[in-house]
């Protein structure tokens, strides 16, 4: 049986020290670029495997990074799910991801069975919860963690925060509305009170205040049943509101739907505004005008300042949001 090449292989073939080649396997900022190239170059040549367990049982770093997301079933989160893991790839970490299903007991038992097995930072975009001993352990951990999309934690020095910039989009949405000729315009979706949904709402009573409007808010699960029996429940009232700003897209979409449903047309007898900007909104019809996020490079930014944080200990800045903008499409103009 052949022998496995071995760590001491790779240095006899690069011309570097033991130690030299660990840092190369460890990512380390410490090496040379000349240096690490050859220590790579070497490996392939030798058909070196690292085995990552093994190291993590000598005291190693694991090269794991775990994404713990609240709802990876809205295409919101699994974009940005997936732009995070592409980055941390990249650069030879693993990723762990789980799925809270907005459930503050399994983000608890999903973050300390990552702790236990050695994940060596952590990027969360968190429940809602009461209870913040899960923060609490992991500040005693020392692992570093990023909160994104959703700050629970107003520690921002041992947990940064990084989001977009939801007032801004829904102040521009409201504005739009208003361009238009809307004159009763409501927001719909969200759970009433939580800061996302204060956040997303904010910039929408902005400007209802700013220009003396009644503000509307039809408040629950962002969902597209919630969207469509909106939509179905405010089709009988005659006063009905002529303007729309929905918390997701998911909710936009549900109520395209339950219009459809009653033969009021978006775009025509009632303008509707989305948010996220997912795939979908330019696909259906009528298409979704939307606030987009772009949360697919926001995931890469956030994942870049996690990596500067473990590789070069620059700690990202407490609170960071990212621009927004309106994109508009048919259901907010006539067609």
């Known amino acids: 049986m052949t022998k496995r090449p071995t760590i001491l292989d790779v240095a006899r073939h690069a011309g570097v020290s033991k130690s030299t080649v660990s840092l190369v396997l460890q990512n380390s900022p410490s090496v040379k670029n000349s240096t690490r190239i050859a220590v790579e170059e070497a490996m392939a040549k030798i058909g070196y495997v690292y085995n990552r367990s093994a190291a993590g049982l000598r005291g190693a770093s694991s090269g794991l990074i775990g994404l713990v997301i609240n709802d990876l079933r809205n295409p919101f989160f699994t974009e940005f799910a997936a732009s995070v893991q592409m980055t941390f790839a990249e650069k030879g970490f693993a990723t762990v991801v789980a799925n809270t299903d907005e459930d503050p007991t399994l983000q608890a038992n999903v973050i300390a069975s990552m702790i236990e097995h050695g994940v060596n930072a952590f990027v969360i975009s968190p429940t809602y919860a009461n209870d913040k001993t899960v923060f609490d352990r992991l500040e005693r951990s020392g692992i570093p963690t990023m909160q994104v999309l959703r700050q629970v934690d107003e520690r921002t020095d041992v947990f940064p925060f990084f989001s977009l910039d939801y007032q801004t989009g829904s102040r521009l949405a409201a504005r739009?509305?208003?361009?238009?000729?809307?004159?009763?315009?409501?927001?719909?979706?969200?759970?009433?009170?939580?800061?996302?949904?204060?956040?997303?709402?904010?910039?929408?009573?902005?400007?209802?205040?700013?220009?003396?409007?009644?503000?509307?808010?039809?408040?629950?699960?962002?969902?597209?049943?919630?969207?469509?029996?909106?939509?179905?429940?405010?089709?009988?009232?005659?006063?009905?509101?002529?303007?729309?700003?929905?918390?997701?897209?998911?909710?936009?979409?549900?109520?395209?739907?339950?219009?459809?449903?009653?033969?009021i047309q978006p775009g025509k007898d009632v303008r509707i505004i989305g948010f996220d900007d997912i795939e979908e909104s330019s696909l259906c019809y009528p298409r979704l005008s939307t606030i987009r996020c772009d949360v697919s490079s926001f995931g890469k930014s956030a994942a870049d300042a996690l990596l500067g944080w473990l590789e070069k200990g620059s700690k990202p800045e407490a609170v960071k949001r990212y621009p927004v903008e309106l994109i508009v499409r048919q259901s907010t103009l006539q067609f």
């Not at 919630?226 to 549900?254: E, H, T, Y």
């Open 176 to 263: 739009h509305l208003a361009e238009m000729g809307c004159e009763n315009i409501a927001f719909v979706g969200g759970l009433e009170d939580r800061p996302v949904t204060l956040e997303r709402v904010s910039g929408y009573d902005e400007l209802m205040e700013a220009e003396q409007r009644r503000k509307t808010y039809f408040y629950g699960r962002p969902s597209r049943a919630f969207g469509r029996n909106i939509a179905r429940r405010i089709a009988k009232d005659q006063n009905r509101p002529d303007g729309l700003i929905c918390f997701s897209d998911l909710v936009a979409l549900g109520m395209i739907s339950g219009f459809a449903e009653t033969g």
